[in-house]
C-alpha cells in the first residue's frame, strides 16, 4: 500500500462546506487544495496533478460542467478521478456528468461526509 499522501482537490464555492470536507479529508491524512470557483480550479490544475477532484457543478464563473469538459481534455490531469459532490441531481445532470466522464455523482443530500471520505479513499486505492 502507498503511504505517500494523495492529494484531494475541493472545488467548492460555499465557504463552510469547503471547510467541514478540508478538515474531515484531512483527518484521514489527504493533503488538500482548494479552488473556490471553476476558474480558481482550472488554474491550480495547471500548476498540480492532485489524485482526486471532488467538484460542485454549481459554482460562479465556469460551472462544474465546464470544469469537468476541461479536465477531461486537459492531458495532464484528464485521467484524474473526479467525483461530483453537489445539490444538483436531476437525471439530465448526472447523465451529462456521466458522459462527461465523471468517476461518481454525490447529491450533497443523500451523503455525509463519511460517505464522501469512503468514496474517496476507495477511488484513489486507500
Excluded: C, H, W
Excluded at 469538459?69 to 445532470?93: A, M, Y
Aim: proline share 2%; aromatic share 4%.
Amino acid at each position: 500500500m502507498d503511504n505517500a499522501k494523495k492529494t484531494v482537490l475541493i472545488v467548492e464555492d460555499d465557504e463552510f462546506l469547503r471547510s467541514l470536507t478540508a478538515k474531515r479529508l484531512e483527518k484521514e491524512n489527504y493533503v488538500i487544495e482548494v479552488a473556490v470557483d471553476g476558474e480558481n480550479a482550472i488554474s491550480v490544475l495547471d500548476t498540480m496533478k492532485p489524485d482526486i477532484i471532488l467538484l460542485d457543478l454549481l459554482l460562479p464563473g465556469k460551472d462544474g460542467f465546464e470544469v469537468l469538459k476541461k479536465i477531461r481534455s486537459t492531458e495532464s490531469v484528464k485521467t484524474v478521478p473526479v467525483v461530483i459532490f453537489s445539490n444538483l441531481g436531476q437525471k439530465e445532470d448526472i447523465e451529462k456528468a456521466k458522459a462527461l466522464g465523471v468517476d461518481d455523482f454525490l447529491i450533497k443530500a443523500n451523503f455525509t461526509l463519511d460517505d464522501v471520505v469512503a468514496k474517496i479513499n476507495k477511488l484513489v486505492g486507500k
